[in-house]
T-cell receptor, first 120, second 112 residues
Framework: DAGVTQSPTHLIKTRGQQVTLRCSPK?????VSWYQQALGQGPQFIFQ???????QRGNFPDRFSGHQFPNYSSELNVNALLLGDSALYLC???????????????????FGPGTRLTVL | GQQVMQIPQYQHVQEGEDFTTYCNSS?????IQWYKQRPGGHPVFLIQ?????EVKKQKRLTFQFGEAKKNSSLHITATQTTDVGTYFC????????????FGAGTILRVKS
């Protein structure tokens, strides 16, 4: 049973370019969340996808967009890259549905290995 | 946006000593999760606490949720070199929807 997979592992881009990162959730999971982790900091929530729709969004600009496909895999797109976008981008999968909308419970998330993005 | 304070930022202990990290919020939390991230790795889920005053144990790890649901702690008894890594708390607030907010983490180093 494969866990969460992400591609590519590493990526180098220049300012102004666009990037697409990919994530395949753990088998049986239908919810994908994306996080940005700068060096020495905790992961910052970007957004969450469930049933192919963005369900929650953190404090990130519209340059950050995403998509979830019918097979539950997901993409994170970042336009007009800035130097400050350099970070480890983590994808986490979980079981969604009504349970994750209840504020008293939040399902266990399984993180992928991440994509290291460097913007020059 | 909402923030959660995690202390200490860094702790270096001798193998066999105990270790504790704390998470604090100024407002009542809905729940809290704890994660461990090894150097160069990704966060790995350890536990989730939901109820006021809840205490859970996993071998040498003890997790507590405060009575007021504003703070939590992770305590490791008799640390081992395999405990090295960064420990993060991640929380949700009812007023902030179901968005998981991570603390800055506590880096644990263990001297053998």
């Amino acid at each position: 049973d494969a866990g969460v997979t992400q591609s590519p592992t590493h990526l180098i881009k220049t300012r102004g370019q666009q990037v697409t990162l990919r994530c395949s959730p753990k088998s049986g999971h239908d919810t994908v969340s994306w996080y940005q982790q700068a060096l020495g900091q905790g992961p910052q929530f970007i957004f969450q996808y469930y049933e192919e729709e963005e369900r929650q969004r953190g404090n990130f600009p519209d340059r950050f967009s995403g998509h979830q496909f019918p097979n539950y895999s997901s993409e994170l797109n970042v336009n007009a890259l800035l130097l400050g976008d350099s970070a480890l981008y983590l994808c986490a999968s979980s079981l969604g549905g009504a349970a994750t909308t209840a504020v008293s419970s939040y399902n266990e998330q399984f993180f992928g290995p991440g994509t290291r993005l460097t913007v020059l | 946006g909402q923030q959660v304070m995690q202390i200490p930022q860094y702790q270096h202990v001798q193998e066999g000593e105990d270790f504790t990290t704390y998470c604090n919020s100024s407002t009542t939390l809905s729940n809290i999760q704890w994660y461990k991230q090894r150097p160069g790795g990704h966060p790995v889920f350890l536990i989730q606490l939901v109820k006021s005053g809840e205490v859970k144990k996993q071998k040498r790890l003890t997790f507590q949720f405060g009575e007021a649901k504003k703070n939590s702690s992770l305590h490791i008894t008799a640390t081992q070199t395999t405990d090295v890594g960064t420990y993060f708390c991640a929380v949700t607030w009812r007023e902030y929807g179901n968005k998981l907010v991570f603390g800055a983490g506590t880096i644990l180093r263990v001297k053998s």
